[in-house]
């Protein structure tokens, strides 16, 4: 499908541009529309979110995406992502349609900060009545429901699992939950 963009581009190109026809089929694209319309709120929507955490965030330009179903604010939330005595934060940092998981470190141990960066539109999905939706959303997974309940992604044995996990769900359809080991992030899945 052309784009706007796209149209712009060729009318520079060659001699002639985008008839109508192409400029209303793409303002009536029903999944554009729907990037579109999700709601990201800024870091200070947030309510008991540490100052520096906020912070942090608007300095990355950190605007949170919000998934169907939850009327609360969600898609920032804290756990222990890399150390069992340490309280981390977790982002979904969506700039310019692309999310990523932003971890704002609550101490010496850590892993990568940016991870998982898609599209916010691979994450829309059709449902039915409601509409075209977004569908991502993260969460911390224990080290028990990791050990009993979800499957290691990575080659060999995975280690002594000893806090929690982030995971990273396609909502109704799986997730990956990220776990921080001695400096580098292993993978787990589930359906």
Same mark, same amino acid.
């Not at 009536?28 to 200070?44: F, H, I, K, T």
């Not at 942090?56 to 169907?68: D, M, N, V």
């Given at each position: 499908?052309?784009?706007?963009?796209?149209?712009?581009?060729?009318?520079?190109?060659?001699?002639?541009?985008?008839?109508?026809?192409?400029?209303?089929?793409?303002?009536?694209?029903?999944?554009?529309?729907?990037?579109?319309?999700?709601?990201?709120?800024?870091?200070?929507?947030?309510?008991?979110?540490? @100052?520096?955490?906020?912070? &942090?965030?608007?300095?990355?330009?950190?605007? /949170?995406?919000?998934?169907?179903?939850? @009327?609360?604010?969600?898609?920032?939330?804290?756990?222990?992502?890399?150390?069992?005595?340490?309280?981390?934060?977790?982002?979904?940092?969506?700039?310019?349609?692309?999310?990523?998981?932003? /971890? /704002?470190?609550?101490?010496?141990?850590?892993?990568? &900060?940016?991870?998982? &960066?898609?599209?916010?539109?691979?994450?829309?999905?059709?449902?039915?009545?409601?509409? /075209?939706?977004?569908?991502?959303?993260?969460?911390?997974?224990?080290?028990?429901?990791?050990?009993?309940?979800?499957?290691?992604?990575?080659?060999?044995?995975?280690?002594?699992?000893?806090?929690?996990?982030?995971?990273?769900?396609?909502?109704?359809?799986?997730?990956?939950?990220?776990?921080?080991?001695?400096?580098?992030?292993?993978?787990?899945?589930?359906?």
């Amino acid at each position: 499908m052309l784009t706007l963009r796209s149209c712009l581009v060729a009318a520079v190109a060659t001699i002639g541009g985008c008839s109508p026809e192409t400029a209303q089929t793409e303002r009536e694209d029903p999944w554009s529309a729907a990037e579109a319309g999700v709601v990201r709120l800024v870091p200070a929507d947030f309510a008991g979110t540490p @100052p520096r955490v906020r912070e &942090s965030l608007e300095e990355l330009g950190c605007r /949170i995406p919000q998934a169907w179903g939850e @009327p609360e604010p969600h898609n920032l939330i804290s756990g222990r992502f890399a150390a069992s005595g340490q309280v981390d934060w977790a982002a979904l940092c969506s700039r310019d349609g692309i999310s990523e998981l932003v /971890i /704002i470190w609550g101490g010496a141990a850590n892993c990568q &900060s940016g991870l998982a &960066s898609t599209a916010d539109r691979t994450y829309l999905q059709a449902l039915g009545a409601e509409g /075209i939706l977004f569908s991502r959303a993260i969460d911390s997974v224990s080290a028990e429901s990791l050990r009993r309940y979800w499957t290691y992604a990575e080659e060999g044995t995975p280690p002594t699992l000893v806090h929690e996990a982030l995971s990273d769900a396609f909502l109704e359809k799986g997730a990956t939950a990220h776990y921080c080991h001695e400096g580098r992030w292993l993978r787990f899945t589930t359906d």
